[in-house]
């Protein structure tokens, strides 16, 4: 009898771990067309993700970038935001520029130099 309970007590735990949901699946379905984007325009990325709650309750994802070649600067990573306030809206930016916020500067640097091919 005591067997059967306790079995039933971790089968309880795990299903309610299983169901637990995700903080950032909203971000994730909002910004979905966002991030194809990126992965087309970088290919190979994400080369790192984090995952962040900045204090007033927005969800940021950020990925860092792999280097393109060629001339100029390329950044090295690109946060994708999501709020509450506007949940079908996803801001994408460049970690470190004027639009993003600073806690987002997660990876080394926002911006390196290409190099040559």
């Known amino acids: 009898m005591l067997w059967h309970v306790r079995h039933t007590v971790v089968v309880i735990g795990i299903v309610v771990i299983a169901c637990a949901k995700d903080p950032f699946a909203p971000l994730l379905d909002a910004c979905t067309d966002e991030m194809n984007h990126v992965r087309t325009m ?10 962040l709650t900045l204090p007033d309750g927005r969800r940021v994802i950020v990925w860092g970038l792999p280097t393109q070649q060629g001339p100029g600067l390329s950044p090295t990573s690109m946060a994708f935001i999501w709020s ?15 639009r993003c916020p600073a806690s987002t500067v997660t990876f080394q640097s926002s911006v390196r130099h290409a190099r040559a091919a």
């Open 42 to 51: 970088y290919p190979g990325a994400p080369t790192g993700i984090q995952r």
């Open 84 to 98: 509450a306030d506007t949940p079908q809206t996803c801001l994408v930016c460049i970690p470190g520029s004027p």
